[in-house]
């Protein structure tokens, strides 16, 4: 079993960046795939980037390609998001998750808040 706690979020300026980390507990933490999502009031949750359990395989949702950037150290049991060129369009409350390979996101963090201001 995978205990998750997201940070870093907080209030910034559109156009500024932001790095979230999702500490984890639990000895298995590098077997098992790593997934941010967020949610904004109103709206549906989307995945808006996940990483694989070695951190060689990322893959990020249309709207922040080219601006988040996922990685993970699994010496620290961390993964990260860092968020740059930010968007008021951003603002949600961003979840990590976690599941084994070919399995669901079994496990969730409690999420942190992030807004852009424009």
């Known amino acids: 079993q995978v205990q998750l706690v997201e940070s870093g979020g907080g209030l910034v300026q559109a156009g500024g960046s932001l790095r979230l980390s999702c500490a984890a507990s639990?000895?298995?933490?590098?077997?098992?795939?790593i997934g941010w999502f967020r949610q904004a009031p109103g709206k549906a949750r989307e995945l808006v980037a996940a990483i694989n359990w070695s951190g060689g395989s990322a893959a990020y949702a249309d709207s922040v390609k080219g601006r988040f950037t996922i990685s993970r150290d699994n010496a620290k049991n961390t993964v990260y998001l860092q968020m740059n060129s930010l968007k008021p369009e951003d603002t949600a409350v961003y979840y990590c998750?976690?599941?084994?390979?070919?399995?669901?996101?079994?496990?969730w963090g409690r999420g942190t808040q992030v807004t852009v201001s424009s």
């Open positions: 998750a976690g599941g084994l390979p070919r399995d669901d996101y079994d496990y």
């Open positions: 639990g000895r298995t933490f590098s077997s098992y795939n």
